[in-house]
Each structure stands twice: as structure tokens, then as C-alpha cells.
């Protein structure tokens, strides 16, 4: 199916369908319940999963094939959001042109920034990409102002010129970014007793580019290339001895990789056309190694799961606060009750990154794959006590079948 193999298509069907069902799965529990906090299925949050997924996804293609780890690709992130901006300021407010920007403008940097940081490789090659992208955040914040903004940010302005498209709206407005006239905010409820979905028009944009995303790592882990770069992560000084000059090869993994960067920087713009230096800062980079990390670095899924992990995280978790602790526990004596909200109350709230932490401290130390190899483990237990079931001569034939 579309080129892949049996287990590749199963891999983008259930993307697929996690995508498409979303509203329905993130968001378990009614809303009169007490535990509808922990909801996550609302437009901008699952915007942030998908957008943060091809972030992650494109990064892998450049640490989890190469083992270049790069602390500059929120640089990336940057330059495709304002010039997602800038093409709504002066082209118009469709999304596709300002997208194909992002993605073409981060290329070029990325293509610039690669050629000469990949002339070290190591944590010399990591602290370059850092520098470039801490002088990419100085300069929009401070230098290129009437380009970005500066501390402020680039916005959307009343008279922005927009050669194809108007300025203002009837009501005096600024037109919001649009498809083809489907504004992306525009939303559809659909109530089911006391449960609410909702259906928005950006985050299937979004999700619908992601598995384009997808589709197009799988076929790049799939190619001669992605052998080529694996060859580069287990012993490039061999390859070097060899004759054969890697570096073109890694230089296309980190342009591609940037390409990713700008496409998703140009779809957080898409999705709300503002543009700030706080994106190019290193916190940023530092946030999609934690996701390629903690979902599997070097698998096709675990950038996807790692993203959607730490943005529940910050989302959900952060707005945990003492009141919805004294909700928990109420049911407790006064002096119990105001205990454990003291215990809990340093993990969540504004303290979310230590439970972050922590999870991320575990999966390291006894799950080294990530969230995908703890999947794993859990489906070789669950055919493990197949095989008990059915017996001795199922195992073998099992066994039989997997040497052939």
C-alpha cells in the first residue's frame, strides 16, 4: 500500500486513525465529570500534537538515523513562522502559499547553518547548531526588528497591503488565515449526552500534513538514503575510510530535517498568525530532543507519541492548582486533606516540568527505546501468553515460521 510494506502501513493507518479519531479519544470523559480537566480534545491543544509531531518527526530524521544531535532546530521553527506571517501580510491570508514559504526559506537556512556546522561532528557539532540558534533568537529579538517584530513579535496589522486578498474585513477586522475560504477556526460541536467533540477545521489541516510527514520519513527510512545515513551513525570514520564522502548525505538529512522545522513553524502561524523570538530560544530545541528521546529516537512512531506526551503534559498538568487538589482529596480530614495537597502540589501546576522530569529520568534508566519499545514489551508479554495457551506445538510452529 502507497509503497510500504505490511508492518510500515500499519504504522501509518493507526497515525491515521489516531489523528482522525482525536476529538473522540482525547476526550474520555464527560463534561459534568470531575476528571473532564484531564480532557484533552479541544482545537488548540490538538493543533499543538500533530504540529509538534511533524516537528519531532523531522528531527529523528536527522538525530535517529545520523546521530547528529542538533540543539538548533528551533532556529528552524522560527524562520518558518515569520515567513508564514510575513506572506500573510503581504501576499494573502491563504495558508498554502504561506506554508510553501516556511518550508522553502527554512530549507535555505538550514542549508547554510548545515554546511558549516557539519564540519564537526559530536558535541562539537551540537554546540554549533546551539550558537547559531541563539544568535538567530538575538537577532530577531533585538537586530532585525522591523523584520520580527522584536520582543513584541511579528503580527498582523488593519493595513497590511495583501496584494491578493483584502486588508481589513466588512466589520473593520483582520481577516483570519484561511483555505481556500475554510477559516481555520472555524469549529463544529457535536454533543452525545454528556460528552462534547469538537471538529476543527486547522487541526485536520494539520493532521492531514502529518501523515503526508509521516509517510514521506517512512519512505526516507526506507530508501537507500536512510541506509546510507544509518551507516553514518554506526561507524562513519569507516565509511570515510572507504572513500565514500558522507557528507552530502548528511547535509540533505539536516536540510530535510530543517524543511520539517519550517513546515510545522509555518503551521503554528496557519493556525494563529503570530510570530515571536521566543521559538528560535534553545528551550525550544531542547523540548523536541526530549520528545524524539522519550517516544523512541530512531523509530518511525515514537516522535509522534513523545510529542503528544509532553504537550499533555504541559497543557494538562500546568493547570492543576491547589483549588482542584482540595477537590481531590476533600473527602479526607482537614489535616490529611491539606497534607497531601502539600505533597502533591510541587508535581503539578507550575511544577508540571518535575513530574516531567521524573517520567523522563524512568524511561531513560528502563525503557532506553522510549515510549515505543515500552509498547513492545507489552505486546511480546501479551504473545508470550498466547503461546502458553495454545501450547507447545503452536510455539513451535511459530518458532518455525519465524526462521523462515
Given at each position: 500500500?502507497?509503497?510500504?510494506?505490511?508492518?510500515?502501513?500499519?504504522?501509518?493507518?493507526?497515525?491515521?486513525?489516531?489523528?482522525?479519531?482525536?476529538?473522540?479519544?482525547?476526550?474520555?470523559?464527560?463534561?459534568?465529570?470531575?476528571?473532564?480537566?484531564?480532557?484533552?480534545?479541544?482545537?488548540?491543544?490538538?493543533?499543538?500534537?500533530?504540529?509538534?509531531?511533524?516537528?519531532?518527526?523531522?528531527?529523528?530524521?536527522?538525530?535517529?538515523?545520523?546521530?547528529?544531535?542538533?540543539?538548533?532546530?528551533?532556529?528552524?521553527?522560527?524562520?518558518?513562522?515569520?515567513?508564514?506571517?510575513?506572506?500573510?501580510?503581504?501576499?494573502?491570508?491563504?495558508?498554502?502559499?504561506?506554508?510553501?514559504?516556511?518550508?522553502?526559506?527554512?530549507?535555505?537556512?538550514?542549508?547554510?547553518?548545515?554546511?558549516?556546522?557539519?564540519?564537526?561532528?559530536?558535541?562539537?557539532?551540537?554546540?554549533?547548531?546551539?550558537?547559531?540558534?541563539?544568535?538567530?533568537?538575538?537577532?530577531?529579538?533585538?537586530?532585525?526588528?522591523?523584520?520580527?517584530?522584536?520582543?513584541?513579535?511579528?503580527?498582523?496589522?488593519?493595513?497590511?497591503?495583501?496584494?491578493?486578498?483584502?486588508?481589513?474585513?466588512?466589520?473593520?477586522?483582520?481577516?483570519?488565515?484561511?483555505?481556500?475560504?475554510?477559516?481555520?477556526?472555524?469549529?463544529?460541536?457535536?454533543?452525545l449526552g454528556d460528552w462534547?467533540?469538537?471538529?476543527?477545521?486547522?487541526?485536520?489541516?494539520?493532521?492531514?500534513?502529518?501523515?503526508?510527514?509521516?509517510?514521506?520519513?517512512?519512505?526516507?527510512?526506507?530508501?537507500?538514503?536512510?541506509?546510507?545515513?544509518?551507516?553514518?551513525?554506526?561507524?562513519?570514520?569507516?565509511?570515510?575510510?572507504?572513500?565514500?564522502?558522507?557528507?552530502?548525505y548528511t547535509l540533505a538529512?539536516?536540510?530535510?530535517?530543517?524543511?520539517?522545522?519550517?513546515?510545522?513553524?509555518?503551521?503554528?502561524?496557519?493556525?494563529?498568525?503570530?510570530?515571536?523570538?521566543?521559538?528560535?530560544?534553545?528551550?525550544?530545541?531542547?523540548?523536541?530532543?526530549?520528545?524524539?528521546?522519550?517516544?523512541?529516537?530512531?523509530?518511525?512512531?515514537?516522535?509522534?507519541?513523545?510529542?503528544?506526551?509532553?504537550?499533555?503534559?504541559?497543557?494538562?498538568?500546568?493547570?492543576?492548582?491547589?483549588?482542584?487538589?482540595?477537590?481531590?482529596?476533600?473527602?479526607?480530614?482537614?489535616?490529611?486533606?491539606?497534607?497531601?495537597?502539600?505533597?502533591?502540589?510541587?508535581?503539578?501546576?507550575?511544577?508540571?516540568?518535575?513530574?516531567?522530569?521524573?517520567?523522563?529520568?524512568?524511561?531513560?534508566?528502563?525503557?532506553?527505546?522510549?515510549?515505543?519499545?515500552?509498547?513492545?514489551?507489552?505486546?511480546?508479554?501479551?504473545?508470550?501468553?498466547?503461546?502458553?495457551?495454545?501450547?507447545?506445538?503452536?510455539?513451535?510452529?511459530?518458532?518455525?515460521?519465524?526462521?523462515?
Open positions: 500500500m502507497f509503497g510500504l510494506d505490511k508492518t510500515d502501513t500499519k504504522l501509518l493507518l493507526i497515525v491515521a486513525v489516531l489523528c482522525l479519531f482525536a476529538p473522540f479519544i482525547l476526550n474520555p470523559f464527560p463534561t459534568s465529570s470531575g476528571l473532564a480537566q484531564f480532557n484533552a480534545g479541544y482545537p488548540d491543544l490538538m493543533q499543538r500534537f500533530v504540529i509538534f509531531g511533524i516537528f519531532a518527526v523531522g528531527f529523528n530524521i536527522l538525530f535517529g538515523l545520523t546521530g547528529y544531535l542538533s540543539f538548533g532546530h528551533a532556529a528552524f521553527l522560527g524562520v518558518g513562522s515569520y515567513s508564514a506571517v510575513w506572506m500573510f501580510k503581504l501576499l494573502s491570508m491563504n495558508v498554502i502559499p504561506a506554508i510553501l514559504l516556511s518550508v522553502l526559506l527554512s530549507g535555505v537556512f538550514a542549508l547554510i547553518i548545515g554546511y558549516v556546522s557539519l564540519r564537526r561532528s559530536g558535541i562539537y557539532f551540537s554546540i554549533l547548531t546551539l550558537a547559531f540558534a541563539q544568535m538567530s533568537f538575538a537577532l530577531a529579538y533585538s537586530v532585525f526588528t522591523p523584520i520580527t517584530g522584536g520582543e513584541t513579535g511579528l503580527q498582523l496589522a488593519l493595513d497590511d497591503p495583501r496584494i491578493l486578498g483584502i486588508s481589513q474585513t466588512a466589520g473593520g477586522n483582520i481577516p483570519v488565515p484561511a483555505l481556500f475560504g475554510l477559516e481555520m477556526r472555524a469549529s463544529w460541536d457535536l454533543v462534547q467533540f469538537t471538529f476543527n477545521a486547522g487541526y485536520y489541516l494539520c493532521a492531514l500534513i502529518l501523515l503526508a510527514a509521516f509517510y514521506m520519513a517512512i519512505r526516507i527510512f526506507r530508501s537507500p538514503f536512510g541506509m546510507m545515513l544509518r551507516a553514518v551513525k554506526s561507524n562513519q570514520q569507516r565509511m570515510n575510510y572507504t572513500g565514500l564522502n558522507t557528507k552530502p538529512a539536516f536540510v530535510i530535517s530543517g524543511m520539517y522545522a519550517g513546515l510545522a513553524g509555518g503551521l503554528m502561524a496557519s493556525m494563529d498568525p503570530l510570530a515571536g523570538a521566543e521559538r528560535m530560544q534553545w528551550t525550544a530545541s531542547g523540548e523536541v530532543v526530549l520528545m524524539t528521546i522519550l517516544g523512541g529516537a530512531g523509530t518511525l512512531i515514537g516522535p509522534v507519541l513523545g510529542a503528544g506526551f509532553i504537550k499533555y503534559f504541559e497543557n494538562i498538568f500546568s493547570k492543576l492548582n491547589d483549588n482542584v487538589l482540595h477537590g481531590w482529596f476533600a473527602f479526607m480530614p482537614d489535616g490529611l486533606e491539606n497534607l497531601m495537597v502539600t505533597i502533591v502540589h510541587p508535581f503539578v501546576g507550575k511544577g508540571w516540568h518535575l513530574t516531567l522530569g521524573i517520567l523522563f529520568m524512568l524511561v531513560v534508566i528502563f525503557l532506553p527505546g522510549g515510549l515505543v519499545e515500552g509498547g513492545q514489551r507489552v505486546g511480546r508479554l501479551f504473545r508470550r501468553r498466547d503461546i502458553k495457551s495454545t501450547g507447545p506445538e503452536a510455539e513451535a510452529a511459530q518458532q518455525r515460521n519465524a526462521a523462515e
